[in-house]
């Protein structure tokens, strides 16, 4: 499967998923590591965030609610995530003291400006990226120097791992690979990020703190 067959189910997966990713069985290992990544995300000092692969919002809602003047930013593949985090954000926005940004957007190709967001986070979304180097890559771009990475993601045993990344190609929701912590750091690293730590988190989860 190509890059853009691993997008287009990606998206149209997203897109029926939208109505109920909050409350159904699809969100729910999101949810579950919600906690800890906000946890994370506010042990960095920052007056901008970018969430990539942002779904409903539901990160967002939680940094801006607890840090009210951040300037936050999200974008998604999928338009009708991205429709569900603008109905999700509108009163926590107009509450805020700096805008809420949201866009339908690759993770390739970010709309912002070099250096313009201070935290960048990541949850449940790297799995589904055929490039996760390019991504990261575009990750690294729009943090400052010295600024901050949260990846949130699946953690599984050795075998159940290679059995998911063996099924994942062939399943219809554009899915690609699961990854080791090792993997994780060393994506990181590649472009350009320090590892602070990569640890288990939530249920079958797994976080990545970094700093550019």
Same mark, same amino acid.
Do not use: K
């Given at each position: 499967m190509g890059r853009r067959d691993h997008k287009q189910r990606s998206r149209a997966a997203f897109d029926r998923q939208a109505s109920t990713y909050d409350s159904s069985g699809y @969100?729910?290992? /999101?949810r579950r590591l919600h906690d800890e990544v &906000? !946890? /994370? /995300?506010l042990s960095f000092q920052f007056a901008a965030v970018l969430d990539v692969g942002c779904g409903t919002g539901a990160t967002l809602d939680a940094v801006v609610r607890a840090h009210p003047?951040?300037?936050a930013w999200g974008i998604d593949l999928s338009a009708e995530m991205i429709g569900k985090a603008r109905e999700r954000l /509108? !009163?926590? @926005? !107009?509450? !805020? @003291?700096g805008p809420v940004d949201l866009q339908v957007a690759d993770a390739e190709h970010l709309p912002l400006a070099d250096g313009a967001v201070d935290l960048v986070v990541c949850v449940d979304s790297l799995h589904h990226y055929p490039d996760p180097a390019a991504a990261l890559r575009e990750m690294r771009r729009v943090t400052r120097p010295g600024g901050g990475l949260v990846i949130g993601e699946w953690r599984l045993a050795a075998p159940l791992r290679q059995l998911t990344n063996w099924l994942l190609p062939r399943m219809p929701e554009g899915d690609v690979r699961v990854y080791t912590g090792r993997e994780l750091t060393e994506l990181a690293a590649a472009a350009g990020y320090s590892a602070l730590r990569c640890a288990p988190a939530g249920v079958r989860g797994q976080l990545l &703190?970094?700093?550019?």
């Open positions: @969100g729910r290992h /999101a &906000v !946890a /994370a /995300a003047d951040v300037h /509108a !009163a926590v @926005g !107009a509450r !805020a @003291g &703190v970094a700093r550019r």
